[in-house]
């Protein structure tokens, strides 16, 4: 079992002790971007390869629809790969700060899982089952950055979808004592890679040796959001020889609307 802590609510995150140097030498490493060139080149020649093809009068109709598929997919990978990147570059420069809002936790997550669920049918991961747990009141208000929160969840999500190629991924979150907690387990082989990219302190060693940039970038910008959100990671191995990551955030309860929040009793599980 591996863990990071970190002081919670401390805003100058990653810029405390050598957190800033860690970072900085991360987005100027030569090979990290190295292997941002590189991917960004695959995608740029598939969307002109497959954007020439469809042109091509000899390919049937369904034939261009995958055509068009795929130069869809390059261009999200693109922009994913692009939004990752300069969100980690803001981080170490520290111009990107917190955006605290009142948020409905619990409809939050719902829409996540909803997400996923679509992402999923869109890609054709029919061989991986995915599993909402909760045990969320029906109305649960925390004043939390919801768009770093929703991004954290969704990197650890499509990390592991890309680690798991039939089985399952759980997706759950818990609420208790001022903090929030979401995990994400699969039955996947991710391990060994996962846990070095999120509790590694120099993420950039071990990101040169995976050749998969976007999803590298993945998990290092979620390791980063974690941080400089005062949070905590803890990465294992579970029953099903899978990765579970847990990551917990503090969080304050609106004090209006604690009368509508208390903690549920029950355990809701959807699949």
Same mark, same amino acid.
């Given at each position: 079992?591996?863990?990071?802590?970190?002081?919670?609510? /401390?805003?100058?995150?990653?810029? +405390?002790?050598?957190?800033?140097?860690?970072?900085?030498?991360?987005?100027?490493?030569?090979?990290?971007?190295?292997?941002?060139?590189?991917?960004?080149?695959?995608? &740029? /020649?598939?969307?002109?390869?497959?954007?020439?093809?469809?042109? %091509?009068?000899?390919?049937?109709?369904?034939?261009?629809?995958?055509?068009? !598929?795929?130069?869809?997919?390059?261009? !999200?990978? #693109?922009?994913? #790969?692009? !939004?990752?990147?300069?969100?980690? @570059? =803001?981080?170490?420069?520290?111009? +990107?700060? !917190? /955006?605290?809002?009142?948020?409905?936790?619990?409809?939050?997550?719902?829409?996540?899982?909803?997400?996923?669920?679509?992402?999923?049918?869109?890609?054709?991961?029919?061989?991986?089952?995915?599993?909402?747990?909760?045990?969320?009141?029906?109305?649960?208000?925390?004043?939390?950055?919801?768009?770093?929160?929703?991004?954290?969840?969704?990197?650890?999500?499509? %990390?592991?979808?890309?680690?798991?190629?039939? *089985?399952?991924? $759980?997706?759950?979150?818990?609420?208790?004592?001022?903090?929030?907690?979401?995990?994400?387990?699969?039955?996947?082989?991710?391990?060994?890679?996962?846990?070095?990219?999120?509790?590694?302190?120099?993420?950039?060693?071990?990101?040169?040796?995976?050749?998969?940039?976007?999803? +590298? &970038?993945?998990?290092?910008? =979620?390791?980063? #959001?974690?941080? =400089? &959100?005062?949070?905590?990671?803890?990465?294992?191995? /579970?029953?099903? *020889?899978?990765?579970?990551?847990?990551?917990?955030?503090? =969080?304050?309860?609106?004090? @209006?609307? $604690?009368?509508?929040?208390?903690?549920?009793?029950?355990? $809701?599980?959807?699949?």
């Amino acid at each position: 079992m591996f863990e990071i802590h970190c002081n919670a609510r /401390n805003e100058t995150g990653l810029k +405390a002790a050598n957190g800033h140097e860690k970072l900085d030498k991360m987005i100027n490493q030569q090979n990290i971007i190295a292997g941002v060139s590189h991917e960004v080149r695959t995608q &740029m /020649n598939s969307i002109v390869a497959f954007s020439y093809l469809i042109n %091509n009068e000899r390919f049937s109709e369904s034939e261009r629809r995958e055509f068009t !598929e795929q130069i869809i997919s390059s261009c !999200e990978q #693109l922009i994913g #790969l692009f !939004e990752n990147y300069f969100d980690t @570059a =803001a981080l170490e420069s520290g111009s +990107a700060t !917190e /955006n605290l809002r009142e948020t409905d936790v619990t409809s939050l997550f719902e829409s996540l899982t909803s997400d996923f669920r679509v992402f999923m049918r869109k890609k054709g991961h029919d061989n991986v089952v995915l599993i909402q747990e909760d045990n969320l009141p029906k109305k649960l208000i925390l004043k939390i950055d919801t768009a770093r929160m929703t991004r954290i969840v969704n990197n650890l999500f499509r %990390n592991a979808l890309d680690n798991t190629l039939s *089985g399952f991924i $759980k997706v759950g979150c818990t609420w208790y004592d001022d903090t929030i907690t979401f995990y994400v387990k699969d039955s996947g082989q991710g391990y060994p890679r996962s846990s070095n990219l999120l509790l590694s302190d120099n993420p950039e060693i071990l990101h040169s040796e995976s050749q998969d940039t976007y999803s +590298a &970038m993945n998990l290092i910008l =979620a390791r980063n #959001l974690i941080l =400089a &959100m005062g949070g905590r990671i803890r990465v294992e191995n /579970n029953d099903a *020889g899978g990765t579970s990551v847990f990551v917990s955030l503090p =969080a304050r309860e609106s004090s @209006a609307l $604690k009368i509508l929040t208390g903690t549920s009793s029950e355990n $809701k599980i959807a699949i």
